[in-house]
């Protein structure tokens, strides 16, 4: 365990509130402000917060922050938690909405959509509203769904609807994994580095026991809200399934190819990744490599 000369208690820390943030969060021993990504990140950019698990789109937009390296929220394949929900044809869907809480998965239905040649109307909803599903009364519309929400929806109406994974048609597009989320650090924060790798043992903890993480998360401990339980057998599978927790060089050539896409496709300004060799750190993550981080990255 790493000796830690920050205070966990003044450390200033947020996590998105989806069961998919619990293996990284589980056991932090201070106080954590739980939001939705996009809450979370215009928190982080105005300093409110000092280190946030958010959209990696932020990084993509505002890449002042350093990334706590070889961690991650992503999926190399379907991610289960990123769909689009329809009744007819996708092809022929005519309108989707949007939802707010993360620009990451916006942002990338935007660039599939474009790659692929698909042109519904994307409707933005204004702010998010917990539960709402709106735009599913139709054949000829859709409604971008994530987090617990969609995990919600998919439980509940698995015979009613159909589901387009966007991990799933990324990697089959792309071929790489797709990078939902990074814990981002602000640029001034002292002991960064320390930080960091306490994060990663966190990580590392939390994965060495996640028969312990399901547990908790079935019955609801350390929730923060109301959270209905789970099933024990599909978050074995999401967790060992659908979610992957590195960030290796298969994740970093994954999030450079979404900011050449987002540049193409005019939602970002040109956005060159570069990860140099500069720090280097041994991993506990069965198949990852030891990481190859930027001068942003810790």
Same mark, same amino acid.
């Given at each position: 365990?790493?000796?830690?000369?920050?205070?966990? #208690?003044?450390?200033?820390?947020?996590?998105? $509130?989806?069961?998919?943030?619990?293996?990284?969060?589980?056991?932090?021993? !201070?106080?954590?402000?739980?939001?939705?990504?996009?809450?979370?990140?215009?928190?982080?950019?105005?300093?409110?917060?000092?280190?946030?698990?958010?959209?990696?789109?932020?990084?993509?937009?505002?890449?002042?922050?350093?990334?706590?390296?070889?961690?991650?929220?992503?999926?190399?394949?379907?991610?289960?938690?990123?769909?689009?929900?329809?009744? !007819?044809?996708?092809?022929?869907?005519?309108?989707?909405?949007?939802?707010?809480?993360?620009?990451?998965?916006? #942002?990338?239905?935007?660039?599939?959509?474009?790659?692929?040649?698909?042109?519904?109307?994307?409707?933005?909803?204004?702010?998010?509203?917990?539960?709402?599903?709106?735009? @599913?009364?139709?054949?000829?519309?859709?409604?971008?769904?994530?987090?617990?929400?969609?995990?919600?929806?998919?439980?509940?109406? +698995?015979?009613?609807?159909?589901?387009?994974?966007?991990?799933?048609?990324?990697?089959?597009?792309?071929?790489?994994?797709?990078?939902? =989320? @990074?814990?981002?650090?602000?640029?001034?924060?002292?002991?960064?580095?320390?930080? =960091?790798?306490?994060?990663?043992?966190?990580? #590392?903890?939390?994965?060495?026991?996640?028969?312990?993480?399901? +547990?908790?998360?079935?019955?609801?401990?350390?929730?923060?809200?109301?959270?209905?339980?789970?099933?024990?057998?599909?978050?074995?599978?999401?967790?060992?399934?659908? @979610?992957?927790?590195?960030?290796?060089?298969?994740? $970093?050539?994954?999030?450079?190819?979404? +900011? $050449?896409?987002?540049?193409?496709?005019?939602?970002?300004?040109?956005?060159?990744?570069?990860?140099?060799?500069?720090?280097?750190?041994?991993?506990?993550?069965?198949?990852?490599?030891?990481?190859?981080?930027?001068?942003?990255?810790?």
């Amino acid at each position: 365990m790493t000796d830690h000369c920050y205070s966990v #208690n003044a450390l200033r820390i947020g996590c998105v $509130k989806y069961f998919n943030a619990r293996p990284l969060i589980r056991g932090w021993s !201070g106080e954590v402000e739980f939001d939705h990504p996009s809450a979370l990140c215009k928190r982080l950019a105005d300093g409110e917060l000092d280190v946030a698990l958010v959209s990696s789109f932020e990084f993509l937009r505002n890449p002042i922050y350093r990334i706590v390296d070889d961690v991650s929220i992503s999926s190399d394949g379907p991610v289960y938690s990123v769909v689009v929900a329809h009744r !007819g044809d996708f092809s022929e869907l005519e309108e989707i909405e949007l939802d707010p809480a993360s620009e990451s998965a916006v #942002n990338l239905l935007r660039c599939l959509f474009r790659e692929l040649g698909f042109k519904p109307r994307l409707l933005q909803r204004v702010a998010y509203v917990s539960g709402t599903v709106t735009k @599913l009364s139709s054949t000829s519309s859709g409604q971008l769904l994530i987090g617990d929400q969609a995990i919600g929806f998919r439980q509940e109406h +698995a015979g009613e609807f159909r589901f387009w994974d966007l991990g799933e048609h990324w990697k089959k597009l792309i071929g790489l994994p797709f990078v939902y =989320a @990074l814990w981002l650090i602000r640029p001034e924060l002292a002991d960064a580095k320390s930080i =960091a790798q306490r994060l990663r043992e966190l990580r #590392n903890e939390n994965l060495a026991n996640i028969d312990d993480v399901i +547990a908790d998360t079935v019955a609801g401990v350390g929730d923060a809200g109301q959270r209905k339980e789970l099933n024990r057998e599909f978050l074995v599978r999401y967790y060992r399934k659908y @979610l992957r927790f590195g960030f290796g060089e298969e994740e $970093k050539e994954g999030l450079k190819t979404f +900011a $050449k896409l987002c540049a193409k496709h005019g939602l970002l300004e040109k956005c060159d990744l570069g990860f140099d060799p500069v720090v280097t750190h041994e991993t506990n993550i069965q198949g990852a490599p030891p990481g190859c981080v930027a001068l942003q990255l810790l």
